[in-house]
């Protein structure tokens, strides 16, 4: 068998591989993930998938991140007529995820032909997504799948709720694909399973050049900054993706709360996709750490902090404005490229009580790494504010796991094929890989590796 990269190929977004080995009926077309490139590289989603979507027999599905299933809308207004493999949880966030897609795709197009211009034309629409929904078929973690000459199976990969990596065996070869790879040292999830020995890996490696720091250090930091700001009557804003990384705040809100390192104020989720993503929780609770699994027994919701509130409308978002500290608002979009943070940030900036708290990437030039490079004075909606608010960073919070753990994770595999990661970090891994005795390489967009 061999596989090709179409996506995430020395570049973090766009996840998209496929697997191809002939069998008696012929060819047989596997495609893993079908992601989005998100961010600069959105453009690339207009493009050419590199193979035809109607040849391909089977997808396989890692996890419910929009780089990972983003376009498979696409796919199937391209003609895909297969079935589409993913696990319970997958399948559940699926929809939020992309209709959240589609709105945002609708808004821009109207704003296009505000102003207009020739909008250009939507990459899919509501009855792709229909469609797609059909062709989901949700198996269980650790089941074997036979597809043509394939056998296929999922498995724990710890990065959201059912978020899997994906074992391919083709007759005596076998090929493991990490998805993406979870954080050990964190709480709320499982940690990855370990991969059988493989004749190739691709694996991802978006933190290929460094190892994060310990968890309990950024639970720490956290807390502090928490009753500093709270204390004096301070509003602290956390801007977070809507699947998993508001869930997993709230769960150490509601911890550090029980524990009193911090006092219980009103929590806000200014977020209707992140409320949809939370009701989804109590439904796949057997996918998450035994700790939460444990609290879920007893009783507790482990995702509720004692004053937690949410927003429902514009209205009630803009309604937190009026309000006075000390609380919380957690909002997205957590790369402050968009979303209801934004009108927060404009009304509290300017307040030296308040706090800005980062637990997820920043890219170059976005508002967030301006803020926390220092910056007095930022241009939001057309006017200067003046930052006089605290911003912080915690790194920690990564959902991915860093050089330390990718490296334990292979430490049983001779070949890996590098993924999912800036070219200069996956060149970092790579090197490390080598000098433990290792072939490693970075995949390169449309060229076959023979497994
Ligand atoms: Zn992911």
Not at 29 to 44: F, I, S
Not at 60 to 67: C, E
Request: one cysteine or more; proline letters at 7%.
């Amino acid at each position: 068998m061999r596989i090709t990269s179409y996506g995430a190929a020395q570049t973090v977004t766009g996840s998209c591989h496929l697997v191809e080995a002939s069998s008696l009926a012929g060819e047989y077309k596997l495609l893993l993930d079908c992601g989005a490139y998100q961010g600069a590289e959105d453009d690339r989603n207009a493009e050419p998938f590199g193979f035809e979507a109607s040849r391909v027999d089977a997808v396989v599905i890692s996890h419910a991140h929009h780089d990972h299933i983003g376009r498979l809308p696409v796919l199937v207004r391209q003609g895909y007529r297969g079935q589409i493999y993913l696990s319970e949880p997958t399948m559940r966030f699926l929809p939020v995820i992309l209709e959240d897609s589609l709105r945002l795709m609708t808004e821009e197009h109207q704003r296009w032909e505000r102003t207009g211009r020739k909008a250009p034309e939507p990459l899919w629409d509501q009855d792709d997504l229909n469609e797609l929904y059909r062709r989901l078929e949700p198996v269980p973690l650790h089941q074997e799948l036979a597809f043509g000459p394939f056998t296929v199976r999922l498995r724990g990969a710890g990065h959201l709720p059912g978020s899997a990596f994906i074992e391919v065996q083709e007759g005596r070869q076998r090929l493991v694909f990490s998805g993406d790879l979870g954080n050990r040292n964190k709480e709320v999830l499982p940690d990855p399973e370990d991969p059988p020995p493989a004749e190739l890996v691709l694996c991802e490696g978006t933190y290929g050049d460094r190892p994060h720091r310990p968890f309990d250090e950024t639970i720490a930091e956290f807390a502090r900054i928490l009753s500093e700001h709270l204390s004096q009557g301070g509003k602290v804003f956390i801007p977070s993706f809507a699947l998993e990384r508001t869930q997993e705040v709230l769960y150490h809100l509601r911890k550090l709360e029980q524990q009193n390192k911090i006092p219980s104020v009103p929590i806000y989720v200014d977020s209707p996709m992140a409320e949809r993503i939370s009701q989804i929780y109590p439904q796949v609770k057997r996918y998450f750490s035994p700790e939460v699994q444990a609290l879920y027994e007893q009783g507790t919701d482990p995702f509720s902090p004692r004053q937690l509130r949410y927003a429902h409308t514009v209205d009630d978002s803009k309604a937190l404005n009026e309000l006075s500290g000390p609380l919380v608002i957690v909002a997205g979009n957590g790369m402050l490229s968009g979303g209801r943070i934004l009108h927060h940030l404009r009304h509290g900036l300017s307040d030296p009580k308040n706090a800005l708290v980062i637990t997820s990437y920043q890219p170059r030039g976005g508002l967030g790494r301006i803020l926390l490079e220092g910056a007095e004075q930022v241009r939001m909606f057309g006017e200067e504010v003046r930052v006089k608010a605290q911003s912080y960073t915690l790194g920690g919070f990564s959902g991915h796991a860093g050089q330390d753990e990718l490296l334990d994770w292979l430490r049983g595999e001779h070949r890996v094929a590098l993924v999912h990661g800036e070219p200069e970090k996956l060149q970092i891994l790579a090197r490390a890989l080598g000098s433990r005795g290792q072939k490693a390489m970075m995949a390169e967009w449309g060229k076959p590796i023979e497994v």
